[in-house]
């Protein structure tokens, strides 16, 4: 059992209560864990929501939390994944100055070399958007610091298991 720290993306399937967000954060608070990422959504069962929490820690305490989390009334399952074991994705809007697309012709050249999207322009100023790796996501935002940003935001990181987790299954069960 790997005992050094590593990223783990936790994925939790509950039942959506008020409050649950706190109790859950609390789990990680009071072991004093930070949170890298956190992400909730509907689940692919009606009435069923998600989280997807990314931490950094050792699988000895991955483990230990995924039980305290599991002990939540309203918790369904709870899982823990390496990233060789997910596809995982993180989206970012990056607003900047519109004159600087058309007078700094490299902004355009980042652009299409970092695969980002123009969402809008206007004459004040244009928004991208970047879905991807964190990795690709920090090396935009390196690239175009250099001539401003006005606005940024990044989202939380998704994920999907490579494996199936039969969780729907599960869930059906837990509906019925």
């Known amino acids: 059992m790997a005992t050094e720290q590593q990223l783990y993306t936790i994925s939790i399937y509950t039942?959506?209560?008020i409050g649950l967000l706190n109790r859950i954060s609390a789990i990680f608070q009071r072991?004093?864990?930070n949170i890298e990422?956190?992400?909730i959504s509907v689940s692919e069962i009606e009435g069923v929501s998600r989280f997807t929490i990314l931490v950094n820690m050792t699988e000895v305490n991955v483990k230990?939390?995924?039980?305290?989390?599991?002990k939540q009334v309203?918790?369904?399952k709870a899982f823990y994944h390496e990233d060789d074991d997910t596809i995982y994705q993180e989206s970012c809007l990056f607003k900047i100055k519109s004159d600087l697309l058309f007078e700094e012709r490299q902004i355009q050249n980042i652009i299409k070399e970092s695969n980002a999207r123009i969402v809008t322009v206007n004459k004040a100023f244009f928004v991208l958007e970047?879905?991807?790796?964190?990795?690709?996501i920090e090396l935009l935002h390196r690239e175009?610091?250099?001539?401003?940003?006005?606005?940024?935001?990044?989202?939380?990181r998704i994920a999907v298991t490579k494996d199936e987790l039969k969780i729907t299954?599960?869930?059906?069960a837990f509906k019925n």
């Open 37 to 39: 990422s956190l992400n």
């Open 15 to 17: 039942e959506n209560n």
């Open 31 to 33: 072991r004093r864990i």
């Open 169 to 172: 299954e599960m869930l059906n």
């Open 144 to 156: 175009l610091s250099v001539f401003g940003i006005m606005q940024f935001v990044r989202s939380a």
């Open 64 to 70: 230990k939390i995924i039980g305290q989390i599991e």
């Open 74 to 76: 309203e918790v369904i």
């Open 130 to 136: 970047k879905s991807g790796r964190r990795s690709e």
